[in-house]
């Protein structure tokens, strides 16, 4: 397909895609419950760290776990009853363990830098942002590193396509129909596309991604293919090629 061509077939897409409707059966619907900057920004990461498998469950793990947390996540972290959490299961391989985990990060996080935007606005991209966030959360948790937080590696390595914290970065940053764009100091043209199986697997049929690894290399390959077709906002595809996938 030729370039014009193509970008008119992802634009068409992303219209048809990208509406309110979406909202209701995406995970994006939890970060809108609130009103609250913290709890928004704090329910966007934990919302995005379970999205995977199959969507409804993602929706009712996503209930049980801010039910968990009384429906004010950051109340329930600044007043310490997340210590209280037990291990029993939240989604999957993600456990009340795993969220006690995010809740003392957090913590950490806001006396550290005031809200989650300072902290990835602080450094010089996002991947590095991304990798400072898992170390404040790591220093937070004795040393700790969590599976659910991924390691983008260094500026020369693979590393992870960091699919979970892309798409939550993507909710915070993107002003849209769906997305929040709550975040002013990251540009849209910063981000990276939340890549995964599905995504991938339409971006190399599209002829957008030879590599065949899904890993951080991956994602900026296919964003930097994207940003042809948008500059301002490549990860706006991001809905284009997820609903090109679904319909086949």
């Known amino acids: 397909m030729k370039t014009k061509s193509l970008k008119h ?16 059966f995406d995970p994006v619907q939890f970060p809108r419950m ?26 009712r793990s996503a ?15 600044l007043s310490g009853d997340y210590k209280k959490l037990k291990n029993n299961n939240i989604h999957r391989t993600f456990f ?11 913590e950490h996080c806001y006396a550290q830098y005031g809200n989650l935007e ?3 606005s ?4 996002i991947w590095e942002g991304i990798a400072l966030f898992r170390e404040e959360m790591a220093g937070a948790n004795k040393g700790c590193y969590s599976k659910h937080i991924s390691n983008p590696g ?9 699919k979970r914290l892309n798409l939550a970065l993507r909710w915070l940053v993107r002003k849209g129909p769906v997305d929040l764009g709550l975040w002013k100091k990251i540009k849209p043209s910063s981000l990276f596309i939340p890549i995964d199986v599905h995504v991938a697997r339409t971006a190399r049929t599209l002829h957008l991604l030879d590599r065949n690894s899904n890993d951080k290399r991956a994602v ?17 595809y991001d809905f284009a090629l997820f609903g090109m996938g679904v319909e086949g």
């Open 118 to 120: 300072k902290l990835f």
């Open 34 to 59: 609130f009103s609250k900057r913290e709890d928004i920004e704090i329910a966007a990461f934990l919302a995005a760290t379970i999205a995977w498998g199959r969507r409804d469950l993602i929706l």
């Open 220 to 236: 900026i390959e296919l964003t930097e293919k994207l940003r042809e077709f948008c500059e301002e906002d490549p990860v706006k």
């Open 96 to 106: 009340e363990s795993d969220l006690k985990y995010f809740c003392k990060g957090f």
């Open 154 to 162: 260094a500026e020369d390595t693979n590393g992870s396509a960091c």
């Open 63 to 77: 209930n049980k776990m801010f039910t968990l947390m009384r429906q004010s996540p950051y109340d329930f972290i």
């Open 9 to 24: 077939e992802l634009d068409t897409w992303y219209e048809k895609i990208c509406t309110p409707d979406f909202i209701p």
């Open 122 to 125: 602080s450094a010089s991209n």
